[in-house]
């Protein structure tokens, strides 16, 4: 399996990169001689989290909206690096970065300077419908910014507002692609355009997208039918009945249980293959297929870059357009700038959606997925042009520190130390993964996890949870070594304590 690094390759390496001194377990050789710019040397905590002042901001804003879901307040200013400070004065390290979103920290000095210069003031106070009036400077600026990492076999980008938008969109770009090839030349009929305004056949017709269990794909209503992480996120929620296909359940150690992750994989592949066929027989066809390369929501779950082949395969077999959603792992966390890349295809998709890292959501498209009339994939904004400018300089960052090349050497410390945590905490930890720094490892139990997630923060390191008893770790693609070893010395610490 070629979706997570070998454990015992890292067990290996963890015994030359490791030194043990007084005070601390983990000490990076590399660390004492890194020191990230516009950085803290760490954590400080000065009360519980949410402290008092947090507490107050949300019994205020209770009164407004839900504010059920809320940590706590943040003070932006004050947050540098990875380090997010809240309004008590807790300064953590962030290794969760708003849900995989903040590209290379806080307030990196290349994106204030740049919001510092007079004329992209403009853009920010000028927010233009970019589908009907956008500014001189906008191709220039898509071909600098995302043009410029497009994925192989593309060269059209559509921008979004989020992930979910860009999804959403993405699916009616498949389901008008799908239709097109049906008609041929042929123009819609006039019962077409009559049908489709009173939601009826067939002009709305009854065509699917195939998704897959554990996918995370957005919470509008299209996307929430191809979302099968948590049931709260569906409840109550109309929903279209689309098919949904396993996603491989993967046994660990990877390189242990070879022959039968071969096997549940090929079983998987062989069920979406049979849903396809399904589906299609009961006059609903499968439109499109959408897949993450690693399930991020649902739990970093893996798959091999085999099966990914062998489902683009299928796609392409079927006529089924392929959708790869890196609306999380896009953006560099895994070692590569797409997680598909890891893939080795040529030709991996048919569309490829982003957002959170690459600051602006969108798609990507083949030609001939680009809508042929005005008005069918659009919203008022379609992005935000300040995004882009931004994202032009995150890219230079990217390439001048050669941050992909980081991100894997400090993945491997992480992933390593994870190894290590779970062979001393074997009744609590287990199933360590990851590609770059985009990880992950198992508690026993939901209530485990939840318990040492607040420990750890109230020592000072913010993580996130993910499926039912997983932690994801989401660090900046400028998280060094030695951030590492400060995460694995307080985490060690909080499960050492845990009862």
């Not at 996603?247 to 660990?252: E, H, I, N, R």
């Not at 896009?330 to 295809?345: E, N, S, V």
């Not at 890219?395 to 050497?409: A, C, G, P, W």
């Not at 062979?423 to 990880?439: D, E, V």
């Amino acid at each position: 399996m070629a979706s997570s690094l070998s454990s015992r390759h890292f067990l290996s390496l963890h015994k030359h990169l490791k030194i043990t001194v007084p005070g601390g377990r983990y000490v990076s050789q590399a660390a004492t001689k890194t020191k990230a710019a516009c950085d803290y040397d760490g954590p400080s905590m000065k009360t519980s989290v949410p402290g008092p002042r947090s507490q107050a901001l949300t019994k205020q804003l209770e009164k407004i909206q839900n504010v059920v879901a809320i940590n706590f307040f943040c003070d932006y200013k004050e947050s540098k690096g990875n380090y997010l400070v809240d309004v008590d004065g807790n300064r953590m390290l962030d290794i969760y970065t708003q849900i995989s979103s903040i590209p290379i920290g806080y307030n990196h000095p290349a994106l204030l300077e740049l919001m510092s210069v007079p004329n992209n003031l403009s853009a920010l106070v000028n927010r233009p419908a970019l589908g009907v009036l956008p500014p001189e400077n906008f191709p220039e600026k898509l071909t600098e910014s995302l043009l410029s990492v497009a994925p192989r076999g593309m060269k059209r980008v559509q921008t979004m507002a989020c992930g979910s938008c860009s999804n959403e969109n993405a699916y009616k770009a498949m389901f008008i692609w799908y239709r097109k090839k049906e008609r041929g030349l042929n123009t819609p009929t006039e019962e077409e355009l009559h049908t489709c305004m009173i939601n009826q056949r067939p002009g709305c017709p009854d065509l699917s997208i195939l998704s897959f269990t554990g996918g995370f794909h957005g919470r509008t209503l299209g996307c929430l039918a191809t979302t099968h992480t948590k049931a709260m996120h569906k409840l109550d929620v109309p929903s279209f009945d689309w098919p949904i296909a396993p996603f491989p359940k993967l046994q660990y150690p990877l390189e242990e249980f070879t022959r039968e992750n071969a096997k549940e994989e090929a079983r998987c592949l062989e069920e979406t293959e049979d849903l396809i066929i399904k589906w299609k027989n009961k006059g609903v066809p499968v439109a499109g297929i959408v897949i993450e390369p690693i399930q991020a929501e649902g739990g970093d779950n893996h798959a091999s870059a085999d099966f990914f082949r062998k489902l683009r395969n299928i796609a392409r077999k079927h006529g089924c357009a392929f959708h790869v959603d890196e609306v999380q792992t896009g953006g560099g966390p895994t070692g590569k700038f797409w997680a598909h890349d890891h893939w080795g295809l040529e030709d991996p998709g048919d569309i490829v959606s982003f957002s959170k890292r690459l600051l602006t959501g969108g798609f990507y498209q083949k030609d001939e997925l680009q809508s042929d009339k005005p008005y069918r994939i659009f919203n008022t904004w379609m992005g935000d042009p300040t995004k882009n400018l931004l994202l032009v300089e995150v890219l230079n960052v990217i390439r001048r520190e050669k941050l992909l090349e980081e991100v894997t050497r400090t993945g491997k410390a992480l992933l390593n130390g994870l190894y290590d945590l779970q062979a001393r905490y074997p009744g609590i930890l287990s199933r360590a993964r990851g590609q770059g720094t985009f990880c992950a490892i198992d508690f026993c139990d939901e209530e485990t996890r939840n318990s040492i997630l607040l420990a750890a923060r109230n020592k000072g390191v913010l993580l996130g949870g993910c499926g039912d008893k997983s932690v994801r770790f989401r660090p900046s693609l400028v998280f060094k070594e030695h951030h590492v070893n400060i995460f694995l010395n307080i985490f060690d610490d909080v499960l050492a304590h845990h009862k």
